[in-house]
């Protein structure tokens, strides 16, 4: 049985930071690109980046360029958000995602299977 299961996060002053983190477990993690994506209250869940399996790529939305990073420890099958310079609009649901479909657009929520429970953050302004 796959799991992820997403921890860190919680509330922060805009400007602030906060680090997530997504332990895999059931699957073969050192094979998957991992991603990130989060969803704001009445909106749909949106990218926000991607790491491929061996760290050597990244992939950011634009609105998060410069302030994200993601990151990955095979090892420890984990995957890390760190997000810093945190705006009131970072504020969501972040869920942690692997991406099951191979060759295809690393954006699109709907190339991953496995998908993590969550993880409620909130910036304030």
């Known amino acids: 049985q796959v799991q992820l299961v997403e921890s860190g996060g919680g509330l922060v002053q805009a400007g602030g930071s906060l680090r997530l983190s997504c332990a895999a477990s059931g699957l073969t993690f050192s094979r998957y690109t991992m991603g990130w994506f989060r969803q704001a209250p009445g909106k749909e869940r949106d990218f926000v980046t991607a790491i491929n399996w061996n760290g050597g790529n990244t992939y950011y939305a634009d609105s998060v360029k410069g302030r994200f990073t993601i990151s990955r420890d095979n090892t420890k099958k984990t995957v890390y958000l760190q997000m810093n310079k945190l705006k009131p609009e970072d504020t969501a649901d972040y869920y942690c995602?692997?991406?099951?479909?191979?060759?295809?657009?690393?954006?699109?929520?709907?190339?991953?299977?496995?998908w993590g429970q969550g993880n409620q953050d909130t910036v304030s302004s």
């Open positions: 995602a692997a991406k099951t479909k191979a060759y295809t657009d690393y954006e699109s929520r709907n190339d991953y299977g496995y």
